[in-house]
């Protein structure tokens, strides 16, 4: 057995015996999945739900069953997605919410466009295997939000964030590690993935329109002459201060291109790839010697050397799209030395799933949760997905 065939082999066993069974334990039976799991796996059965994990968790079982037709992923997707419409979609303003209760009410209704997107992400996923109306409307009808009230006629792009009855926010800041500010990369990057993906099932114009925009607003205004993404942004498109996501230049590497590619346009494609090499190579600047990727520069030019999950399964995918579409030979050295990193030190046998990650001195992080709020089945189902269908 050659070496492709074992990383297949490998990457394989750990999605459907490490990943998606164990998040399968997190189905609540009585509507939706938990909302919390400790780093041992213990699941917090009356912790409030966001709507990243779910939308997340959508996306990756339908998304898995795409590749593995088992009954078992299909009944998840639709299971979190019928409790998601329920509770997470805001039946009176539209849009939805940032987080609920265990027992579905409100419980912070803020409307950040990432969460936006990511519900049509999902969404639109499932409605590719399962195409009840519901799904496309609901997703359809997200868009629409979207750009009736998040987008920027004057500047372009889109607003970070808006109050439940869509009236501005003091503070936008998507996240505790994220600055206040009116427009983000990361918002901006998620929103063209979603769109991308609705696109498949809803050739819209407008919509075709919208990706080639955010397209070239990745990369000709958020990502820099050297490669690197900024990160935050004035609404006039200014920069604010911020440092170096290595995640975030390697996974935007790929998916701007695959967004690209879904448009189904040759000049689009071609002028968004030499921006994706770009960026691969200033995301490939975090790799280290042993296979990891580091987390991140901060503006003070210090590094934060801690090894996340989700930059480690983004560099593997990264760097299999440098060697199939950029010609880099190299590449897949790279991507396999971090897929041995992952499965020798993120990939949690005894307990399932992925650790959140690594500490800067080598400590396995076993404290931080295993699902929550920020910690999905994303990043490292789609990794799997990618591997299986690259190579």
């Not at 800041?173 to 979603?194: C, G, Q, V, Y």
């Not at 609404?235 to 695959?258: M, Q």
């Not at 960026?279 to 580091?294: T, V």
């Not at 190299?330 to 020798?344: G, H, M, Q």
Request: with cysteine; net charge negative.
């Amino acid at each position: 057995m050659n070496r492709t065939d074992i990383f297949r082999r490998e990457v394989e066993d750990v999605l459907l015996n490490n990943i998606l069974n164990w998040w399968l334990t997190m189905k609540d039976p009585r509507g939706g999945f938990y909302g919390e799991a400790d780093g041992t796996g213990e699941i917090l059965r009356d912790a409030p739900r966001g709507v990243i994990l779910n939308a997340r968790i959508i996306w990756a079982f339908a998304a898995a069953y795409r590749q593995y037709p088992d009954q078992e992923y299909l009944d998840a997707a639709v299971h979190a997605a019928d409790w998601f419409l329920a509770h997470f979609c805001d039946q009176e303003c539209g849009g939805v919410y940032w987080g609920v209760e265990a027992s579905g009410a409100p419980q912070d209704t803020k409307k950040q466009l990432y969460s936006q997107g990511f519900a049509i992400y999902g969404l639109s996923e499932l409605y590719k295997v399962c195409p009840e109306k519901k799904y496309l409307d609901a997703a359809v009808a997200l868009y629409g939000i979207v750009e009736s009230r998040f987008r920027d006629k004057e500047f372009g792009g889109y607003t970070e964030a808006l109050a439940r009855d869509f009236s501005p926010l003091e503070d936008m800041s998507l996240s505790a590690h994220d600055i206040n500010a009116d427009k983000t990369m990361n918002s901006h990057l998620h929103i063209l993935e979603a769109y991308a993906n609705l696109y498949q099932v809803w050739p819209d114009e407008g919509l075709r329109k919208a990706v080639e925009e955010l397209l070239d607003i990745v990369c000709t205004k958020v990502m820099a002459p050297d490669g690197h993404l900024q990160l935050y942004f004035r609404r006039n498109w200014s920069v604010l201060p911020g440092g170096v996501s290595y995640g975030h230049d390697i996974e935007t590497s790929w998916l701007a291109l695959e967004c690209a590619s879904a448009i189904r346009d040759i000049d689009v494609i071609n002028r968004v790839r030499p921006a994706a090499l770009l960026m691969a190579r200033a995301g490939n600047e975090g790799l280290r010697a042993d296979g990891s990727m580091i987390y991140e520069k901060l503006e003070d030019g210090t590094l934060d050397l801690s090894r996340q999950w989700w930059v480690l399964a983004e560099s593997v995918v990264g760097n299999l799209w440098l060697w199939k579409f950029h010609g880099d030979v190299e590449a897949p050295d790279r991507a396999l030395s971090t897929w041995a990193y992952i499965r020798d030190n993120i990939v949690d046998r005894d307990n399932g799933d992925w650790l959140w990650g690594v500490g800067a001195d080598g400590t396995p992080d076993k404290d931080s949760p295993k699902a929550g709020f920020w910690k999905c089945p994303y990043h490292n189902t789609r990794m799997c997905l990618q591997v299986l269908s690259l190579i």
